[in-house]
């Protein structure tokens, strides 16, 4: 399958400041990136969907100033929370496909800790 | 949107037995069915996936059944082993859907007893 790869896999961060987690595809052009988040032993929810070129598109309840989405180029995304705070201390897991109906692959998750 | 319920949310098999995971849907335009196993900590892993123009579909000791009247899914592993023990997450995809985005079930903590 195709290789996305998340980076950092950990970060620790003080409470008020920003962290950035980039997702990018690197063997193949993602039209479409999903950021994902994952409390313990829960599912997967999605935060929102990244279209390159375009605006993020959020699901309800995300907060689109706190969790910024850019997706500038058809092989990278970022995802920054802004003055992060504890309760934001998750695990964000990205995905990338190819284009609309084909399979998306998982980055490998990005462990935040705001203390 | 589309609603997906996945049950149990445990399940401890002995080794060697075999292990049911089931999903049902609401979405009757769903026509993607993906399973993920997820390892602590680590990112989801497509093992097997089924069509809404399918009805069954296997993968060594893996198979997928999907009953479209229904809206039901099901996971079958045989021959279960110790590093099948994991988290199994099944999802749905709807035509209809923004993005066409995977809605989740809430995820089958797998143990396998050696």
């Not at chain 1, 907060?63 to 309760?87: G, M, W």
């Amino acid at each position: 399958g195709a290789v996305v790869s998340q980076h950092p896999s950990r970060v620790i961060c003080k409470s008020g400041t920003s962290v950035k987690i980039e997702c990018r595809s690197l063997d193949f052009q993602a039209t479409t990136m999903f950021w994902y988040r994952q409390f313990p032993k829960k599912s997967l929810m999605l935060m929102a969907t990244s279209n390159e070129g375009s605006k993020a598109t959020y699901e309800q309840g995300v907060e689109k100033d706190k969790f910024l989405i850019n997706h500038a180029s058809l092989t990278l995304s970022t995802l920054t929370v802004t003055s992060a705070h504890p309760e934001d201390s998750s695990f964000y897991i990205c995905s990338a496909r190819r284009d609309e109906g084909t399979e998306a692959f998982f980055g490998q998750g990005t462990r935040l800790t705001v203390v | 949107g589309e609603n997906v319920e996945q049950h149990p949310s445990t399940l401890s098999v002995q080794e060697g037995d075999s292990a049911v995971i089931k999903c049902t849907y609401s979405d009757s335009a769903s026509n993607y069915f993906p399973w993920y196993k997820q390892e602590l900590g680590k990112r989801p892993q497509l093992i097997i996936d089924i069509r809404s123009n399918v009805g069954e579909k296997k993968d060594q000791r893996i198979a997928v059944t999907l009953n479209k009247t229904a809206k039901h899914f099901s996971l079958h592993i045989t021959e279960t082993q110790p590093e099948d023990s994991a988290v199994y997450f099944c999802a749905a995809r709807s035509v209809k859907a923004a993005g066409n985005k995977l809605t989740f079930g809430g995820g089958t903590r797998v143990l396998v007893k050696p």
